[in-house]
């Protein structure tokens, strides 16, 4: 067997020394795109807006949450989003936190916790 020389491209491939370092890939959050819930001024769901696709009524329902929070009609400290897995929960909080604002702190916790 021939030995093979680690920095010679295989096939017109990439070089071994043309590889990227993975020390330095940042992590992106799987909803790191949600702006905002994707509303109008009426409250109405846009069907593409600030990151959000689909879930129309629940995306509605959030920003009328959202407005009495505004208006300070709504006591607690916390909203719980309940629904099957891949319903879109966490991408509506996440939409609801940044309308509210970047003073509004989003925690993020699994069933199980």
């Not at 890939?25 to 959000?52: N, P, T, Y």
């Not at 009524?57 to 989003?81: D, F, H, N, S, T």
């Not at 099957?84 to 199980?112: N, V």
């Amino acid at each position: 067997m021939a030995a093979m020389d680690i920095d010679a491209p295989a096939a017109g491939g990439p070089r071994i020394a043309d590889a990227k370092d993975l020390t330095r890939i940042e992590r992106i959050g799987a909803h790191s795109h949600i702006r905002g819930l994707g509303l109008d001024d009426s409250f109405e769901a846009r069907k593409v807006s600030q990151g959000m696709v689909g879930q129309l009524k629940a995306r509605r329902a959030a920003g009328l949450i959202v407005q009495m929070i505004l208006k300070g009609e709504i006591a607690g400290r916390a909203v719980l989003l309940a629904g099957t897995p891949g319903s879109g929960k966490t991408a509506i909080a996440m939409g609801m936190a940044q309308a509210l604002g970047p003073e509004t702190p989003f925690t993020m916790l699994a069933g199980s916790e």
